[in-house]
C-alpha cells in the first residue's frame, strides 16, 4: 500500500511539471511587443495627421528607404513618430531624439501634463 502511495505522488509531481513545463505557470510576456507606437504625418492634405499602432504591427506598414513609414490614411511618407498628447490625445511629434514640444501643435496645452 506505501508503495502505490508513492507511485500516485511520484504520477502527479511528474505530470505537474510536464503541466507546467508546457503551458502552466506564468503567461507568456509578448516583450512589449503590443505597446502602442504613434505618428505624426506632416502632408497637409492629410485627413487624420496621426495614426496609431501596436509595435507588433508596425512590421505590416510600408517604409521608405529613409526609414519613414507610410501613412495609412494619405498614403505619403511624411510621418514622424511622436507621442499623444494627454490633454487632446493627439499625436504630437517629438522634436529631436524623442524630446517633446513644450506645448501641443493641436491643443496648445503641455503634452505630458
Known amino acids: ?20 513545463a508546457t503551458q502552466g505557470g506564468q503567461k507568456k ?4 511587443m503590443s505597446r502602442e ?4 504625418c506632416a502632408n497637409p492634405s492629410c485627413p487624420e495627421h496621426d495614426f496609431s499602432c501596436s509595435l507588433r504591427e508596425l512590421g505590416n506598414l510600408e517604409v521608405d528607404e529613409d526609414g519613414n513609414f507610410k501613412c495609412p490614411h494619405c498614403g505619403s511618407f511624411e510621418t514622424t513618430r511622436g507621442q499623444a498628447c494627454l490633454s487632446c490625445g493627439k499625436a504630437v511629434p517629438y522634436v529631436g531624439h524623442g524630446s517633446m514640444p513644450e506645448k501641443c501643435p493641436h491643443c496648445g496645452q503641455n503634452p505630458v501634463q
Not at 500500500?1 to 507546467?20: D, T
Not at 510576456?29 to 512589449?32: A, H, L, N, P, Q
Not at 507606437?37 to 505624426?40: M, R
Open 1 to 20: 500500500m506505501k508503495q502505490m502511495i508513492l507511485v500516485v505522488v511520484a504520477l502527479a509531481a511528474v505530470g505537474g511539471a510536464i503541466y507546467f
Open 29 to 32: 510576456s509578448d516583450e512589449g
Open 37 to 40: 507606437a504613434v505618428f505624426y
